[in-house]
Structures are given as C-alpha cells and as structure tokens.
C-alpha cells in the first residue's frame, strides 16, 4: 500500500449499495495521483445472496477491513457468510481473506487456489478449489466461474450470474472517476460525465501493465465472443464503479487498452 500514486483511502463512499436483488457492492475509493490530478480509484468487492448460501467475490485491501467487516454484518443480519470468492491472488481481491476466515470460520474459499498455500498456509482448511464454469448454488441463483478472458494473473477468474447477467470482471472494464464528494458510490451511468477510454488508464498501467507492451486485439475480440455467449447487463469491476451500460463500456475499455499500447509505442 505504500505505492506513491496512493495517497490515502476514501471510505465516505455511500457503499455498500443494493445495485440488484440480493446483490450488494462493497467497497471504497483510494485517492490516487495521475500527474498533477487527484482521482478516485475503487476497491470493490460484491455479495451474493442466495436463498440457502452468501458468497463474497473479493475482498478488499487490508486497510478497507473495519468498513467490510462494519457493512458485512449489517447486510446479512443473522445469515452467515458462506463462501469467499476471490478472483486472484492479490491485496485489492484476497487481502482480507485472513480476518474474513476469523469472523466467520466455517466459510469456504473458492475459485482457482492453485498458488494460495504459499500465501496463506494458515488458512489451507478453508479451500475449496474449484474449476472455471463450475457452478456454485447458492439457492434459488448460482455464480458461474469464468475463465478470466482479460486478465493479469494465470489463475484469474471472473464471477458470473447467468440468472441476473451479472458479471464480476476483476481488474477488467476499469476506471477512475473525479476527487468529487459523492460520486464513489455512483454506477457507469449516474456519474455526472461519461467515462472516457483516458479514465482506465490509470488501473490499465498498473493492474492490467501488458496492454502497454502487447496488441490486445486478440483479446478484445475473445471478449466480445465471451459477451456473446455470456449476455451482461450489469458489470462489477473491482477497480471501477458498477456497469449498468455494458455495451458503451465495452467499447471504452478496448479504446483503452489500445490507448495503453499506443502510449507505450
Ligand atoms: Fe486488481
Ligand atoms: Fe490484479
């Protein structure tokens, strides 16, 4: 957390907000420097809630834990978090995976664990390992495991709710928005301006860093394929507002992936 583009972390966002049934968006903003300018970044993470279980896709840096703790226990009340899903093996997605396992000590981890005993040993009791379109019931709805079509790690999922067409994309489709009190806890369309294939730029360079180096063509094509075939009308990144406006962002976030490789040429 110590990276110089953080300057210190947003927790007045409005979040977590019910963005569909039973389906929450947790998270907060890091205030980052691109330049002279000060933006916000999210740090996300989504519930699910299934008639018979919860799952919680990420869960937030380390220093977002009293605010995911805090919102957690008022958004399922008496139920129990049943399973963490977290899409990769890194601090924004799995970091609070510790104090999650400690709050709720039957919950299951989930997803492709591959590498996780080398992080979290401690924790090897929890695993569940799962494999990319299994399915987890969850009562009455199911998340999907998805091959991470754009990703930066080998072991990158998405999450999918084919009921709901709710998609959770990690690091893919993201954006900063303005240092502006009150737009945290704004979706894709409720911002007050559109966002611009320049707004991925900052999570593009870092998060996603080989879209500077490589033609992701290839790439953007697989993903419209995936779109197809997995049809989305509300997207859940983790470093950017939610998406109720998928085809639009679609095509912003390919311009920024070929923004990135041009400013690298
Ligand atoms: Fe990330
Ligand atoms: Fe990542």
Known sequence: MSAPWIISQNATTGLPRLIAPDTWWFGWCLVVRDGEKYLHNHNNAYLMIGAQKTVLIDTVMPMGWPE?????????????????????????????????????????????????????PHLSKHF??????????????????????????????????????FLCVADSFPYTHDHETGQCGMTSEELPSPIRPEDTSVVISRALNWARYVDATPLINELRAFLKTNPVKLIGP????????????????????????????
């Open 68 to 120: 995911l703790k805090a919102g957690l226990a008022k958004v399922l009340n008496e139920r129990k978090l049943d399973y963490i899903f977290p899409t990769h093996p890194e601090s924004p997605h799995m970091g609070n995976l510790e104090p999650l396992c400690a709050e709720y000590p039957d919950v299951k981890i989930i997803g492709d664990l591959r590498n996780y005993h080398l992080f979290m």
């Open 128 to 165: 569940q390992p799962m494999k990319v379109e299994e399915s987890l019931d969850l009562g009455g709805r199911r998340l999907v495991l998805k091959k991470a079509v754009i990703h930066d790690l080998p072991n990158s999922l998405w999450g999918y709710d084919p009921d709901l067409q």
């Open 238 to 265: 983790s470093h950017g507002g939610v998406i109720t406006n998928p085809a639009e962002l679609t095509d912003v976030f390919e311009a920024g992936l070929k923004r990135a490789k041009g400013l690298a040429a």
